[in-house]
């Protein structure tokens, strides 16, 4: 990868928008709100214009990680009943003819090693890359998302000075992978274990900048109440896919619902509804910086 970086904004397309998330906590349980075991979520497309081969009749079993806001808008699987990756799971649902999603909650680094079992299809904000095609099926991209560098409000770092920094990183996170291969900063970057404490250290003064998805930057942000920002991202050119165990029989029919849903606009109805009023800022207005 060249240490010079494109200049690109995040863009929300129809065809492939424009963000992970952990958590040390383990369970399971069913998250229904609707008649339609969908919470509330306002599901589109033709129910059974896919099928799917699912863990249990009728419904859909989805692994992710909580909390995630905006995605997943609860604390637990019982209390979700919203949020853009929640909705996009029960369309899919919706369009291979079931009646319910259940989700199994994971803590990031079970989720992202590829050995959970049980489940039908996972989100949680995950980026698709060549080494996790090696542990996962992947479709296509359903958002597509940058690196965003957050510090306290008054930091003066900037692109030119952040290698200089001491930065925190999510394990496990393509974060982590991008500071330690292109950024290359002075000293070695500090690795947490969860977004939330990565933010904590981060207001404690325990690291200079964090660097993980723009988004999720935006919404830890945003709950800082004014003491963060986001003072920059880079442009990786990659983007979210809904994972399935390797070789899933799933595959091909998830990867052609997402194509429909970013044809028929419930991409970026998800997002316009979901995600915008999380972040609190539109993502395109974050300064894309540049490594020189």
């Known amino acids: ?29 069913t998250s229904k709100g609707s008649a ?75 989720y992202i090693s590829g050995t959970a079992t049980g489940y039908d299809i996972g989100m949680a904000s995950t980026t698709i890359t060549d080494e996790r095609k090696k542990v996962f099926d992947f479709s296509r991209q359903y958002f597509s998302s940058n690196l965003g560098v957050a510090t306290k409000k008054d930091s003066k770092i900037t692109a030119d000075s952040i290698r200089d ?41 325990q690291v200079d900048a964090v660097v993980t998805d723009t988004t999720l930057a935006l919404t830890s942000v945003k709950a800082s109440a004014g003491a963060l920002t986001v003072r920059g991202q880079f442009a990786l050119n990659q983007g979210y896919g809904i994972v399935m165990p390797l070789h899933s029989k799933n595959t091909t029919a998830v ?25 609190g800022v539109n993502p395109n207005s974050v300064p894309v910086w540049s490594l020189t």
């Open 1 to 29: 990868m060249k240490k010079k970086l494109s200049h690109a904004a995040v863009t929300v397309t129809v065809a492939a928008l424009t963000l992970t998330a952990c958590s040390s906590q383990t369970d399971a349980g």
């Open 36 to 110: 339609s075991g969908f919470g509330d979520c306002k599901v589109t497309g033709k129910p059974g214009s896919i099928k799917l081969r699912t863990q249990k009749p009728d419904t859909l079993t989805v692994s992710t990680v909580l909390p995630n806001p905006g995605w997943w808008n609860g604390t637990s699987p019982e209390t979700v009943k919203s949020g853009f990756e929640y909705c996009l799971a029960a369309d899919i649902a919706h369009r291979a003819g079931l009646k319910s999603v259940q989700l199994k909650n994971l803590a990031w680094d079970q």
């Open 165 to 205: 920094a001491k930065i925190g990183v999510l394990q496990g996170n393509i974060g982590a992978q991008w500071v330690a291969d292109v950024l290359k900063p002075t000293s070695k970057a500090a690795t947490f274990q969860s977004q939330a404490d990565m933010f904590t250290a981060l207001n404690a003064g």
């Open 255 to 279: 990867d052609k619902a997402v194509g429909q849903m970013a044809s028929d606009g419930t991409l970026k109805a998800l997002a316009a509804e979901f995600l915008e009023p999380t972040f």
